[in-house]
């Protein structure tokens, strides 16, 4: 409800060059009168098991065009069935935005904001899982630009999802399916096909890059954290000029999120910005780095210190290629997970708190939505974007301390997650947190000197000038204020506890 599915629908119509049908429609139709007052009429029971055959029957004999569905017929699992035949295309809509819209209008579920919220939760679960496709609702213009690449899933491996991310600079397309990388699918580009410039790590590289089909050049750079450096940046950019790099081409960044900062910083240094296709190899990659288009490089001053924001053309995720990663890469990129359960709160956290087997790629999907979500609001880390910063305070001070060496990054954010929730005084999830990040061998006790680690957090208080380092707390999954101010005491408690 509120999401604006006939609006939509009529869009996509006309540019489809069809017309739309719309499910409440065909069922108003059948029913005899408006939805509501059958409803008032006949109850619930009998308005669902009316929505289920109708809606079932259309879905079930149509093929081609655009649906409008209604926003409760998922809960029929013949819908639900016959839906699969179909593209699901999610308007994606928060609570508040969806209540602004429909809330309090004569729509019998719409008349009472707390029982409204809890429809909300309990159909968000059904919707995110059968949705083939996610675009943010209400954004006319993000639906027309998504259409193209909504159509070009039927050149995608079987069971590829799109996602449509937004952000103040631009949109493009996310796709996440398995077995893309080796499948000749390519994102679709205006004009003629673009020449691939590939940059990659040497591991990766001799692993993936073959399976990407013509490439221009392929630069591939010995892997490691201590090879994202300016130096290695400015070999990237010259022998991507030597390749002879025009801006009518792509810079294809494989491999993990080290290749995915460095190449996607030289994407948009290199003649002020090319367009850069992100193709994550690693979990950090898919969950997390691939997107939102944070590019840079470490200085010996400090991690990321010199970058760009660079919304990348498209990024296309594979998980069948975390089969090659090591096991405690995949722990490193765990931790990320959590993080990100932790702020999108259900249904992802409960998938991930109950350790859902098998379902990687949903998890994947999930965490890449959450993000794109954060980012669309804002890009630029001005407040909201500064969630997704949860566990790395203490997360990068451990990182620094240890000389970048010790830690992996996702290995720190696993402490860093447990000392924010310390702060956060969400004890009982605190302890919750501490058995998922062991069961996957991530770290739970610091082993370092907890005051250099204290002293590499007061120099972050330095460099943000404002008196106090702000953290990232949480009052509940899906819960999460940014800014927070915390009394020394407290991090140097929660500190010292990790290293007890
Ligand atoms: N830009 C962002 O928003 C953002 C977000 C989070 C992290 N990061 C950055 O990401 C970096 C960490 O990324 P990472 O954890 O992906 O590390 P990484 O890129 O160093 O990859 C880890 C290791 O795995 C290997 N590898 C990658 N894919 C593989 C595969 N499929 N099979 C076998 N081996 C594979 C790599 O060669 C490397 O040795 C850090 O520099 C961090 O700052 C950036």
């Not at 699918?185 to 673009?194: I, L, R, S």
């Amino acid at each position: 409800m509120g999401a604006g599915k006939t609006s939509a629908a009529r869009t996509a119509g006309s540019l489809l060059g069809v017309a739309p049908l719309d499910a409440d429609a065909e069922l108003e139709r059948e029913l005899g009168m408006p939805i509501p007052q059958f409803f008032e009429r006949h109850g619930e029971p009998a308005f669902r098991e009316a929505e289920e055959r109708v809606v079932g029957e259309l879905l079930e004999r149509t093929s081609g065009g655009v649906i409008a569905l209604g926003g409760g017929s998922l809960v029929s699992d013949r819908v639900r069935a016959a839906l699969r035949r179909h593209r699901a295309v999610l308007l994606d809509v928060d609570v508040d935005t969806a209540w602004q819209r429909a809330g309090g209008r004569g729509r019998p579920l719409a008349r009472d904001r707390v029982r409204f919220e809890e429809l909300h939760a309990e159909r968000a679960r059904l919707y995110q899982q059968a949705a083939d496709v996610v675009i943010p609702a209400g954004e006319r213009a993000a639906l027309q630009h998504a259409l193209p690449s909504l159509a070009s899933l039927d050149e995608a491996p079987a069971g590829t999802r799109l996602l449509w991310a937004t952000s103040a600079s631009g949109d493009y397309p996310v796709y996440v399916g398995r077995g893309l990388v080796g499948s000749g699918f390519w994102p679709p580009a205006a004009g003629a096909a673009p020449r691939r410039f590939c940059v990659t790590d040497e591991t990766v590289g001799g692993l993936y890059a073959e399976a990407l089909g013509d490439l221009e050049a392929l630069l591939a750079i010995p892997p490691g954290e201590e090879q994202k450096t300016l130096a290695r940046a400015e070999e990237v950019l010259r022998a991507l000029a030597r390749a002879g790099l025009t801006r009518a081409d792509q810079v294809v960044a494989l491999g993990g999120g080290v290749v995915g900062d460095l190449a996607g910083f030289c994407a948009a240094t290199y003649q002020r910005g090319v367009a850069v296709v992100q193709v994550p190899t690693t979990l950090v990659a898919q969950v997390d780095s691939a997107y939102g288009g944070k590019t840079g490089v470490d200085i010996p001053e400090a991690k990321n210190y010199v970058g760009a924001y660079h919304q990348p053309a498209a990024v296309l995720a594979d998980p069948a290629v975390l089969a090659s990663l090591p096991e405690a890469e995949r722990a490193a990129g765990y931790a990320e997970v959590v993080k990100t359960a932790l702020i999108a709160g259900e249904p992802l956290w409960e998938r991930v708190r109950e350790g859902a087997a098998g379902d990687e790629d949903d998890v994947i999907f999930a965490c890449a939505r959450t993000k794109l979500g954060i980012v669309a609001k804002d890009e630029r880390d001005a407040g909201a974007r500064q969630a997704l910063n949860l566990g790395h305070t203490v997360g990068h001070a451990i990182e620094q301390a240890t000389g970048y060496a010790r830690y992996r990054h996702g290995e720190a954010v696993a402490l860093g997650l447990l000392a924010a929730l310390r702060l956060s005084g969400q004890d009982r999830l605190r302890d919750q947190v501490r058995e998922l990040l062991e069961a996957r061998g991530l770290p739970v006790r610091l082993d370092a000197d907890p005051d250099a680690v204290l002293e590499a957090v007061a120099r972050d208080k330095k460099r943000v000038g404002a008196g106090s380092v702000p953290f990232v707390l949480v009052e509940a999954p899906g819960e999460v204020r940014v800014g927070c101010a915390v009394p020394d005491a407290e991090v140097t408690a929660a500190v010292r506890e990790l290293a007890a």
